[in-house]
Nanobody, 122 residues
Framework: AQLVESGGGLVQAGGSLRLSCVAS????????IGWFCHALGKEREGLSC????????DYADSVKDRFTISRDNAKNTVFLQMNNLTPEDTAVYYC????????????????WGQGTQVTVSS
């Protein structure tokens, strides 16, 4: 099973980006998939999750009302639409199969992919 992230780049504050997470070796519809970010000097942070099958979504407070997670089952891809970006959103973004302990998400994989770099200039 593998997930490959793409869509990052350099954007000005207030701008938008759409990240893609393409899965191979498994069907994204059957697993909860989450997006995480890892900024330099900070711990990796869970941002959003989309549940298997019914596609229910959840967000961290830091991105609620700015980010939208979605899934295209035909493309076996999960997206993260990021609007109103700020320099604080600068980080490497990763997607993964996720579990939850009720208060936070964690990766079910033993490794992280290469991620995609998002840089927001002020």
């Amino acid at each position: 099973a593998q997930l490959v992230e793409s869509g990052g780049g350099l954007v000005q504050a207030g701008g938008s980006l759409r990240l893609s997470c393409v899965a191979s070796g498994f069907t994204v519809e059957k697993y909860p998939i989450g997006w995480f970010c890892h900024a330099l000097g900070k711990e990796r942070e869970g941002l959003s999750c989309i549940s298997s099958f019914d596609g229910a979504t959840d967000y961290a407070d830091s991105v609620k009302d700015r980010f939208t997670i979605s899934r295209d089952n035909a493309k076996n891809t999960v997206f993260l639409q990021m609007n109103n970006l700020t320099p604080e959103d600068t980080a490497v973004y990763y997607c993964t199969q996720v579990g939850t302990d009720g208060s936070s998400w964690y990766s079910l994989f033993d490794y992280w992919g290469q991620g995609t770099q998002v840089t927001v200039s002020s």
